[in-house]
C-alpha cells in the first residue's frame, strides 16, 4: 500500500524557544488533500540512572502543561553542542540535575514521544557506577528539582498509584522490570 | 520545598484541530519569572491487541511530522463524546483500524506523553478476546493503515532493530514482555 503523503506547502505558526509550530497542507495517496499540525522539537535524552544499591534516581518537579508537579528520571534537551553526541547531553543533564557523573552509559532504546502531531524524539540510557561530579553545572532557569531514590518494588506500586504517570518514566521502569 | 509556578497571563498562540499552543508568563517559587509553551491536546488512547495465538496487531500509517511510514498500536484521540468514558474511544478506534471489537479491556498504565511542554495524557489499555466488528465505523479522513500482527519476539527485535520507535508502541511492548 502507498503511504506516502506529499507537502503541499508549510506554514510555520510559531517560533517558539522550546518548540516550532507548523501547519502542512499535504496530498494523500488517493489524491486527496488534507491539513497536518506539527510541534517540531530539537530532541531529547532521558536517563534511567542506577545508585550501587539498585534505586533509582527520580526528580519531582513542577509542569506548566498540567500545573502540577511530576516526578520523572533526569531528561533534557539536546541542543546544538550535542548534534554529533547524543551522550554529551546525558552527561550535561546528569551533572545539572543530580550532580552525578556515569561510569557506566548505554543506550536503552529511542522514542518518537507523540509521532502524531510531534517530531520530538528521546533518546533513553541507562547510567550506572555513578560518581559526584567535581564540577557543578549551572542549572536552567526557573529548574527546581527535588531528588529521591527509590527501589524496584516501589517505583512499580509508583506506576500502579497513578503517583508517576510520566511515559518516558514508566518506560524506563518497565525496561528495569525486565532485567534480571 | 515550593515547586508551584504561579501563572501570571497566558496568550493563545494557535487554536488549532488537533492541538492548541499558548505561552504562559509565571511566577517562580524565588520571585523570578519566566515563560512557558504549552501545547494543550484532548487526550488519547493506545491499545494493546492481542490475537487469540498471543500476537499484537501493529498499524503502519505515515506520520507528517517525520516524514515517514511508522509501526504502531492502535490508538486515538479522545472526542467530546468521550468525556465520561475512555473506553468508548477505545472500542470506536479498534472498530475504526482494525475492526475488531474486544470481549476484555483492561486498563494497563496512563501517562503524560511530553509533559515538558505538552498536556497529552494517553491511557494504555489491554484488548483481548477480539471479535470482528459487525457494523464498521468510517476511518477518519486520510486515515491510511497496513495491518500486520508479530509475536513477542518479533516486537523485541523490531525495538532493538528501530523499526518500532514510537513510546507508546514500546511502552506496550514492554509491558507485554513483562507478563508470564
Do not use: C
Amino acid at each position: 500500500m502507498d503511504l506516502e503523503e506529499h507537502v503541499e506547502s508549510t506554514e510555520e505558526l510559531y517560533n517558539g524557544v522550546i518548540i516550532k509550530v507548523e501547519r502542512q497542507q499535504v496530498r494523500l495517496p488517493n489524491g486527496d488533500s488534507a491539513s497536518r499540525e506539527i510541534v517540531r522539537h530539537a530532541g531529547a535524552v532521558g536517563i534511567l540512572a542506577l545508585t550501587a544499591d539498585n534505586k533509582m534516581i527520580l526528580e519531582r518537579q513542577w509542569r506548566a502543561p498540567i500545573a502540577a508537579a511530576t516526578l520523572e528520571i533526569p531528561a533534557g534537551k539536546l541542543d546544538q553542542r550535542d548534534a554529533d553526541n547524543v551522550e554529551h547531553a546525558v552527561i550535561r543533564e546528569l551533572n545539572e540535575e543530580i550532580r552525578y557523573q556515569p561510569g557506566q552509559l548505554k543506550r536503552i532504546t529511542g522514542f518518537y514521544s507523540s509521532v502524531g502531531f510531534s517530531d520530538e524524539y528521546m533518546t533513553l540510557f541507562l547510567a550506572t557506577d555513578l560518581k559526584p561530579v567535581t564540577t557543578e553545572l549551572p542549572r536552567d532557569q526557573g529548574e527546581n528539582l527535588e531528588l529521591l531514590t527509590v527501589t524496584k518494588e516501589e517505583a512499580q506500586a509508583m506506576i500502579d498509584s497513578g503517583e508517576i504517570n510520566d511515559a518516558k518514566t514508566i518506560t524506563a521502569i518497565y525496561y528495569w522490570l525486565l532485567q534480571k
